[in-house]
C-alpha cells in the first residue's frame, strides 16, 4: 500500500533530522521524504499533525517468554504490547525453557513470529548448551539459524575457562557476544542492592561488587580473545567507570542500561514492592544519576526495557521469594520521553537510543532510520498526550511494572511495520 504521512514532525536520529514534512511509504519501504517520489499515488493518507515520525523503536532486551512459559505470556500478547508501544523490532535473550541453543529451536520461534505479522524478532542464542557453563553452542549454526549475538543472559558461566574458550570461538567469527555481569558467587542469595535500604528490609544484598568483579573478568578476557563484547543491563556507577577505563585503553566495548534503573533506585522498594524485584537489583541513587549521565552524554550506547512478564503468582509473594522482572515494551517510549525531558536533550538525540543506535548493536541496516531505501517500521507518537499506566491498560500478560499509577508522556497513535497499519486507526 502506498501510504502518505502528512505534516508530521519527521525525526531520523541516524541522519540528524528533525524537521516538519511528508513521509512517503511505498512497496513496505520509505519512498521518499518531503516531496512526493515521481508517479506516487497515495491510496491512503495519515495526518500526522502534531505528531511526532521516527523509526520504529528497537529493543535489545525483551522476553517474550515462548518457547516454555507461555503461562506467564504468549507471543501474541506480547507482540500485541509492542505494536502498542512503537516497538518493531526486539533482540530476545536466551533464557527460554528450553533455552535458544538448538537451531531448530530459533527457527521455530523465528517462523512464529513471522507469521504473526508483528514485530520483527532478533534471536540471542546461548552461548552454552542449556546456559549451563559447560559446553559451548553450535554458533555458527545458530547463526544461520537467525541469532544476532550469543549470551547467557541472567545465567553466568561460572568456570572462566569455558568463558575464554567461548569467547575465542565468537572472535573467529565476528559473533557478538552480550554478557550481563553478575558474580553469581557473590550475588548468591542476594535480592537487593546491599545498601541501607537491604539492611533495613532485612533482605540479603547484592554488592556493587558482584558488578564489578564480573565486568573486570569479562573485559579482561575480550582484551586477550578480541571477541565484540556488549556490556547488557548495566546497574552502577563503578561499573560504567570499569567501561570508560576500557574504552581509554582502545576496547571496543558496548553497553545498555534498562529503563527500570535509568528512573529507579533502591529507594523505590519501599515496603517490598515486589514490582522491583529485578535482576540486576535497583542500585543506589548516585548509581541512577550516573547511568542518566552516562547514556545522556554516549558512555552509554543504548536504553532498553528488560521486558519480563511475570504472572500475578510470581509477583504476590513476599519479596524474597517473588520472581524477578517488569513488564517494559509498552513504556519504553514513555520513559525515554521521560528521560529526555528531565535532562534537558533534544528529542532528536533521545530517540537515538531507541532507534538508530540500539539498531547498531544488533546489527539491523534495514531498520533504524528513515532513509529513502529503508524498510518502512515506523512510530507516529503525540508529545504532548499523557498516558496513565494501569493494569488495564497494559496489553502485555504480564502487568508487573514500578511505574503502575504514574502519568508518563507520549502517546503512540500508529505502528507501522514493512509498510502495514498494525497499531492504529483501521490497523490491519
Same mark, same amino acid.
Given at each position: 500500500?502506498?501510504?502518505?504521512?502528512?505534516?508530521?514532525?519527521?525525526? #531520523?536520529?541516524?541522519?540528524?533530522?528533525?524537521?516538519?514534512?511528508?513521509? =512517503?511509504?511505498?512497496?513496505?519501504?520509505?519512498?521518499?521524504?518531503?516531496?512526493?517520489?515521481?508517479?506516487?499515488?497515495?491510496?491512503?493518507?495519515? !495526518?500526522?499533525?502534531?505528531?511526532?515520525?521516527?523509526?520504529?523503536?528497537?529493543?535489545?532486551?525483551?522476553?517474550? @517468554?515462548?518457547?516454555?512459559? *507461555?503461562? @506467564?505470556?504468549?507471543? *501474541?500478547? *506480547?507482540?500485541?504490547?509492542?505494536?502498542?508501544?512503537?516497538?518493531?523490532?526486539?533482540?530476545?535473550?536466551?533464557?527460554?525453557?528450553?533455552?535458544?541453543?538448538?537451531?531448530?529451536? &530459533?527457527?521455530?520461534?523465528?517462523?512464529?513470529?513471522?507469521?504473526?505479522?508483528?514485530?520483527?524478532?532478533? /534471536?540471542?542464542?546461548?552461548?552454552?548448551?542449556?546456559?549451563?557453563?559447560?559446553?559451548?553452542? *553450535?554458533?555458527?549454526?545458530?547463526?544461520?539459524?537467525?541469532?544476532?549475538?550469543?549470551?547467557?543472559?541472567?545465567?553466568?558461566?561460572?568456570?572462566?575457562?569455558?568463558?575464554?574458550?567461548?569467547?575465542? =570461538?565468537?572472535?573467529?567469527?565476528?559473533?557478538?557476544?552480550?554478557?550481563?555481569?553478575?558474580?553469581?558467587?557473590?550475588?548468591?542469595?542476594?535480592?537487593?542492592?546491599?545498601?541501607?535500604?537491604?539492611?533495613?528490609?532485612?533482605? /540479603?544484598?547484592?554488592?556493587?561488587?558482584?558488578?564489578?568483579?564480573?565486568? =573486570?573478568? +569479562?573485559?579482561?578476557?575480550?582484551? &586477550?580473545?578480541?571477541?565484540?563484547?556488549?556490556?547488557?543491563?548495566?546497574?552502577?556507577?563503578? $561499573?560504567? %567507570?570499569?567501561?570508560?577505563?576500557?574504552?581509554?585503553? %582502545?576496547?571496543?566495548?558496548?553497553?545498555?542500561?534498562?529503563?527500570?534503573?535509568?528512573?529507579?533506585? #533502591?529507594?523505590?522498594?519501599? +515496603?517490598?514492592?515486589?514490582?522491583?524485584?529485578?535482576?540486576?537489583?535497583?542500585?543506589?541513587?548516585?548509581?541512577?544519576?550516573?547511568?542518566?549521565? $552516562?547514556?545522556?552524554?554516549?558512555?552509554?550506547?543504548?536504553?532498553?526495557?528488560?521486558?519480563?512478564?511475570?504472572?500475578?503468582? $510470581?509477583?504476590?509473594?513476599?519479596?524474597?521469594?517473588?520472581?524477578?522482572?517488569?513488564?517494559?515494551?509498552?513504556?519504553?517510549?514513555?520513559?525515554?520521553?521521560?528521560?529526555?525531558?528531565?535532562?534537558?536533550? /533534544?528529542?532528536?538525540?533521545?530517540?537515538?537510543?531507541?532507534?538508530? !543506535?540500539?539498531?547498531?548493536?544488533?546489527?539491523?541496516?534495514?531498520?533504524?532510520?528513515?532513509?529513502?531505501?529503508?524498510?518502512? !517500521?515506523?512510530?507516529?507518537?503525540?508529545?504532548?498526550?499523557?498516558?496513565?499506566?494501569?493494569?488495564?491498560?497494559?496489553?502485555?500478560?504480564?502487568?508487573?511494572?514500578?511505574?503502575? $499509577?504514574?502519568?508518563? /508522556?507520549?502517546?503512540?497513535?500508529?505502528?507501522?511495520?514493512?509498510?502495514?497499519?498494525?497499531?492504529?486507526?483501521?490497523?490491519?
Amino acid at each position: 500500500m502506498n501510504i502518505k504521512i502528512a505534516n508530521g514532525r519527521v525525526i #531520523d536520529p541516524a541522519n540528524e533530522l528533525d524537521q516538519v514534512q511528508d513521509l =512517503y511509504v511505498a512497496g513496505g519501504k520509505i519512498a521518499a521524504l518531503g516531496a512526493a517520489p515521481q508517479g506516487f499515488s497515495a491510496e491512503r493518507v495519515i !495526518d500526522a499533525q502534531g505528531l511526532v515520525v521516527c523509526p520504529g523503536l528497537i529493543d535489545v532486551a525483551a522476553r517474550l @517468554r515462548e518457547p516454555g512459559f *507461555e503461562y @506467564r505470556a504468549t507471543l *501474541e500478547s *506480547e507482540m500485541d504490547a509492542a505494536m502498542a508501544g512503537g516497538v518493531t523490532s526486539l533482540a530476545i535473550p536466551p533464557d527460554t525453557d528450553p533455552p535458544l541453543d538448538e537451531p531448530g529451536l &530459533v527457527e521455530m520461534l523465528c517462523h512464529r513470529a513471522k507469521k504473526l505479522n508483528r514485530a520483527h524478532v532478533y /534471536p540471542v542464542g546461548a552461548l552454552t548448551l542449556g546456559l549451563k557453563g559447560e559446553r559451548l553452542s *553450535e554458533m555458527a549454526e545458530l547463526v544461520d539459524s537467525g541469532c544476532v549475538a550469543f549470551s547467557q543472559a541472567n545465567v553466568p558461566i561460572v568456570d572462566n575457562a569455558v568463558l575464554m574458550r567461548a569467547m575465542q =570461538y565468537a572472535a573467529t567469527f565476528g559473533f557478538r557476544v552480550w554478557l550481563q555481569p553478575l558474580a553469581p558467587f557473590l550475588s548468591r542469595g542476594g535480592f537487593a542492592h546491599d545498601g541501607e535500604v537491604a539492611t533495613r528490609l532485612g533482605l /540479603p544484598g547484592i554488592p556493587t561488587a558482584a558488578e564489578t568483579v564480573a565486568l =573486570y573478568t +569479562y573485559l579482561q578476557l575480550a582484551k &586477550v580473545t578480541g571477541a565484540r563484547l556488549h556490556i547488557t543491563r548495566l546497574s552502577s556507577a563503578e $561499573g560504567l %567507570g570499569l567501561i570508560e577505563q576500557a574504552r581509554a585503553e %582502545g576496547m571496543d566495548v558496548t553497553c545498555d542500561v534498562s529503563i527500570n534503573h535509568l528512573h529507579l533506585s #533502591d529507594m523505590d522498594i519501599g +515496603y517490598f514492592d515486589s514490582n522491583c524485584h529485578l535482576v540486576p537489583p535497583l542500585r543506589s541513587q548516585r548509581d541512577r544519576e550516573a547511568l542518566r549521565a $552516562g547514556l545522556r552524554d554516549g558512555r552509554i550506547d543504548a536504553l532498553c526495557s528488560d521486558h519480563t512478564p511475570v504472572d500475578d503468582d $510470581g509477583k504476590q509473594t513476599p519479596f524474597s521469594e517473588s520472581e524477578p522482572g517488569a513488564t517494559g515494551l509498552e513504556l519504553l517510549l514513555p520513559l525515554t520521553l521521560k528521560w529526555a525531558d528531565e535532562v534537558r536533550i /533534544p528529542l532528536v538525540r533521545a530517540l537515538a537510543k531507541v532507534t538508530s !543506535d540500539a539498531a547498531r548493536l544488533v546489527g539491523i541496516t534495514k531498520a533504524g532510520h528513515l532513509a529513502p531505501g529503508a524498510r518502512a !517500521d515506523l512510530c507516529l507518537f503525540d508529545p504532548e498526550a499523557t498516558i496513565q499506566v494501569s493494569r488495564r491498560g497494559l496489553r502485555s500478560q504480564g502487568k508487573n511494572t514500578p511505574f503502575l $499509577g504514574l502519568e508518563l /508522556p507520549g502517546r503512540v497513535r500508529y505502528t507501522l511495520v514493512e509498510g502495514q497499519v498494525m497499531f492504529g486507526d483501521e490497523a490491519a
